[in-house]
């Protein structure tokens, strides 16, 4: 084998996995090609978090095996990780098998796939997945950069857990020696991810800072952390983050709401890096059914903590997802969450009907809700997600923004970007309009644009400036 094409499924996290193999492949002396009709290698990059990400995935394998026979087919990622065992016998088309406990192991599985043999791999997970990047999938100055693997909240929907693990932290060394190296290499926009980054250096081994374990915050009926006078883990690499030196800025990308760390506003506000964007997934504004979730907190609490980050941030960013058809919800759960939505005004959410997934805790529950009915409240809510995002979108009309620009569509004087405010691949995006003849707009570059008018979940905007020309 001399050629590999990679397919790829799933979330960041499964993004940055994907980023590691690529570069491991490299070193093995095979050769990354965008034609899979010329690859010799075809992995697919799976998901396992739901039923329709399962689905996704198998469909890829069984198309890529019927539609290049001539090349071997390897599983890779959380699907693979989850039903190894499972689909050594039930998936003949996957040539080989490859969980992600440890990324590194990938080396072994391509020799004995060379070999003849049929490798089924699913590593210890210990650590974390990281590593070398020299490919990054994301558009240009763009890049993911994980500190935490797996969880420890199972939350009792989630197969995460099963998955990928306890959560375990990245020791801060290795991530602002990360993000120094990103930054040299051009990146601009840093997001950091986990399964809850807001457990950042609280797994049961962790050191993230060659001092000792940071425990997990203890919230009140009231929503306030109410737990010692030490700093939350991620508050202190925060800090650190944003003493390095560079012209670059820092997302936080999915933060538990159970143990959102407060103290990390006052080091955000004063930061030059760090944008006020909030990725807190409430999944419920029921009472009842967030506690059969497995979670702490209350609709109250969670609409105080959103009133919270608004007072310390006007402008603030917010972003959560709502899982309908859990088992129990009745019609006056559903309008529950309808009525929290509705107090929080969140800039964006995304609503999933609930996917029953076996070995979780609530795979046994009972008063299961029709797929159907699932269906709609999830679509009332997009529905009203809509309007509010809407109004949301016209009240940031009329301001000028730093745009990260994605892609520039050839000779039609037209740019697409994102400003703090806009999440890679779930948030909408800036249109910029810009004279070709004069405005130096490119992929990788950050302009200034004045927002003019919200089209759908967009905003069509005009170039202004060059504010940072991308950096090779």
Request: glycine share 6%; charged share 25%.
């Amino acid at each position: 084998m001399t050629k590999f094409f990679l397919d790829e499924h799933g979330c960041a996290k499964n993004q940055v996995d994907a980023e590691i193999i690529i570069s491991r492949l490299g070193e093995c002396n095979l050769e990354q090609t965008h034609d899979a009709a010329l690859a010799d290698l075809i992995i697919i990059n799976s998901c396992g978090f739901i039923e329709s990400a399962k689905k996704e995935s198998i469909d890829a394998v069984l198309a890529a095996k019927k539609n290049y026979p001539h090349a071997k087919i390897l599983l890779t990622g959380c699907l693979a990780e989850r039903y190894a065992e499972a689909f050594k016998e039930s998936l003949p088309e996957a040539d080989g098998i490859f969980g992600n406990g440890d990324l590194t192991k990938i080396d072994s599985v391509v020799r004995a796939l060379q070999n003849g043999s049929r490798p089924v791999v699913t590593p210890k997970q210990e650590g974390i997945c990281c590593g070398s990047r020299k490919t990054l999938l994301s558009f240009p100055g763009s890049a993911y950069v994980k500190i935490t693997e797996g969880c420890s909240n199972h939350c009792t929907f989630c197969a995460i857990p099963l998955i990928r693990g306890e959560v375990r932290s990245r020791n801060a060394s290795d991530i602002l020696a990360e993000i120094q190296q990103l930054v040299s290499r051009g990146v601009y926009e840093i997001n950091l991810i986990g399964q809850d980054v807001a457990a950042y250096g609280t797994g049961q081994n962790d050191n993230v800072f060659d001092t000792g374990t940071f425990p997990l915050p203890r919230i009140d009926e009231h929503g306030v952390n109410c737990g010692t006078e030490m700093s939350s883990a991620l508050s202190l690499l925060l800090k650190k983050i944003d003493a390095l030196d560079g012209d670059f800025v820092v997302r936080l990308l999915y933060i538990h709401p159970d143990h959102f760390n407060r103290d990390i506003l006052p080091i955000m506000k004063e930061s030059s890096h760090v944008l006020p964007y909030f990725d807190i997934p409430f999944q419920s504004g029921d009472d009842a059914l967030i506690t059969a979730m497995n979670r702490r907190g209350s609709a109250k609490e969670y609409a105080r903590l959103v009133a919270d980050i608004r007072e310390a941030f006007a402008d603030a960013a917010i972003r959560t997802t709502f899982l309908t058809g859990f088992p129990g919800e009745t019609d006056e759960s559903a309008e529950h969450t309808r009525v929290f939505l509705r107090t929080i005004q969140s800039d964006w959410s995304g609503c999933f009907p609930y996917s029953r997934e076996e070995d979780t805790a609530a795979y046994a529950l009972k008063n299961n809700v029709a797929k159907k009915v699932a269906a709609e409240r999830a679509r009332v809510l997009e529905h009203m997600q809509e309007h509010i995002t809407r109004e949301r979108l016209l009240a940031r009309c009329g301001k000028s923004y730093d745009v990260l620009i994605e892609e520039v569509i050839a000779g039609e004087g037209l740019a697409i970007g994102r400003a703090f405010f806009q999440a890679p691949d779930v948030d909408g995006n800036i249109v910029v309009r810009y004279d070709v003849q004069k405005d130096d707009v490119r992929a990788g570059n950050v302009v200034r644009a004045h927002a003019d008018s919200v089209s759908g979940v967009d905003i069509d905007a005009h170039f202004t400036k060059l504010v940072r020309a991308q950096q090779v």
